[in-house]
């Protein structure tokens, strides 16, 4: 019996040995447990603030790295440049004073007049210029031309026409006509001229670069004109329609001379020191009444509408 059963235990045993030897050869046995490794395959564009940082504004993040010697990235503050006006008024006439009173045969009236002429030499080489790109300018026939353009510009702006208005204005002269009307009603018009316009000031000044003119042009009016202005609640601010007033204007109108396709706009207006102070504007506010029942009118309560106190103001 053990003789017969020696060769089935040797041969189990080769099994064994077999089997211990593949084993040995073969890692997946050897490492029966998988180890993974994790691989970031994906940017992250969040990352949580760091503890204590979160309730805190960029700029008290960028004060306390400046208390801690941190370098912080200057900030440019950039403004978008419009080259078709210029910023300002250069060179702005200055009105003599009493203008539109004073008589030419009177003695200060022939004191102002040779100041003019003076004065006119830096025009006479403005002017000069201006038709040098403009050849259609004329010192005779511009004064008219400008007087129609300030009254289709003022007309556009009681019909608060803003595509007309910005053809007929600068883009410095637009915020200042615009500033102010909302939920205001205007009614403005030209009665009829009290003298013909002039040209009393030129000059062409340059900007950015050398050679890129501009043509600023004074022109002085003297009209009659009707001006009323409303509120949102239809009362009278200021002025009245059916009572025309005399106005002496210094109206300025500048043209992008380099430009071929360029015309001449509204730019600025001349107020001189001597002029009188304009009306005060009527304010008013609205007092509220009595609360009314749906089966009730306010005429049946005849109700009166208390008058304000008067109240001492101190500076």
């Not at 503050?77 to 702005?92: K, M, S």
């Not at 003019?116 to 403009?134: C, T, V, Y």
């Not at 042009?217 to 004109?225: A, D, E, F």
């Not at 009306?279 to 009118?297: A, E, H």
Request: aromatic share 8%.
């Amino acid at each position: 019996m053990a003789a017969s059963m020696t060769p089935m235990l040797i041969q189990r045993l080769k099994c064994l040995a077999v089997q211990r030897t593949e084993a040995l050869l073969n890692p997946a046995v050897q490492c029966p447990l998988v180890s993974f490794i994790p691989i970031r395959t994906k940017k992250r564009y969040f990352i949580p603030p760091a503890v204590g940082m979160k309730g805190q504004s960029p700029a008290s993040q960028e004060a306390r790295a400046r208390q801690a010697g941190m370098v912080v990235r200057q900030e440019y503050f950039e403004r978008a440049i419009n080259i078709t006006c210029t910023a300002g008024v250069y060179d702005a006439y200055i009105p003599p004073e009493g203008d539109a009173r004073l008589s030419g045969l009177s003695k200060e009236g022939l004191k102002q007049r040779a100041e003019s002429l003076r004065q006119s030499a830096a025009s006479q080489l403005a002017i000069r210029k201006i038709k040098e790109h403009d050849p259609d300018f004329r010192t005779k026939n511009f004064p008219s031309q400008a007087q129609d353009l300030f009254i289709q510009a003022h007309s556009a702006l009681t019909d608060f026409n803003k595509e007309k208005l910005h053809s007929l204005v600068t883009e410095r002269c637009y915020p200042e006509m615009v500033r102010g009307n909302r939920y205001k009603t205007l009614r403005w018009a030209f009665v009829e001229s009290l003298e013909p316009p002039r040209l009393v000031h030129a000059r062409c000044p340059e900007m950015v670069s050398k050679g890129n003119l501009y043509g600023q042009v004074t022109i002085r009016m003297h009209s009659r004109q009707t001006l009323a202005i409303y509120d949102r609640f239809g009362r009278l601010m200021l002025g009245d329609e059916q009572v025309p007033r005399d106005v002496l204007e210094y109206i300025i109108l500048e043209r992008h001379l380099v430009n071929p396709f360029g015309r001449w706009r509204l730019h600025a207006k001349i107020v001189p020191s001597w002029a009188p102070p304009k009306d005060p504007i009527t304010k008013t506010v609205m007092i509220s009444g009595p609360q009314l029942k749906p089966w009730q009118d306010f005429e049946e309560l005849n109700y009166e509408v208390p008058k304000p106190t008067a109240v001492q103001w101190h500076k």
